[in-house]
């Protein structure tokens, strides 16, 4: 009897179902922690990032390993925004590559409609290169600047589009 071959998944923790944040990286030790609960989007746990003081991003990210320069990745994540008042909102990004423009994959912007409930992040992506970092950003703009607000991420997943064949 054949077996399939092991699945190696090219994000690992996405869905942070290992409890803990590794192999994620954090822009400050103390904005990214893994929770669990009724509010993930899938599975028990999420991440949860704080955004930064003054109105700042912080993001967290992990190196992808293995990819085909030759082929197309779709990515996608979820993200939970909190209540916001009609004047604020916030931001969440997911981009390859270090620089958060031209490596832009999915952006949304939580506004007071949309806070309280998953959205979806998605897009494509290909890569000039075997070894790219992905990150996962959350920002707020909020009235005052020392408030902070915190995003909610889960089912981060990047899968290999099979090639069209002529």
Known sequence: MATAPPFNPIVVNGGFELGVLAPWIPSDVNAATIQNGTQAFAGDYYLALQTAPGNRANSVHQVLHELDDTSTYSLTARVWGPPVSTANYCSAYIYVGTNATTGLVDKVDISYDQSG???????????????????????????GASHTGTLLFDAITVTEIPAVLD
Do not use: D, I, N
């Open 117 to 143: 409930q998953w959205l979806p992040l998605e897009g494509t992506f290909t890569s000039k290169h075997t070894r790219l970092p992905l990150y996962v950003q959350a920002g707020c703009t909020l009235s």
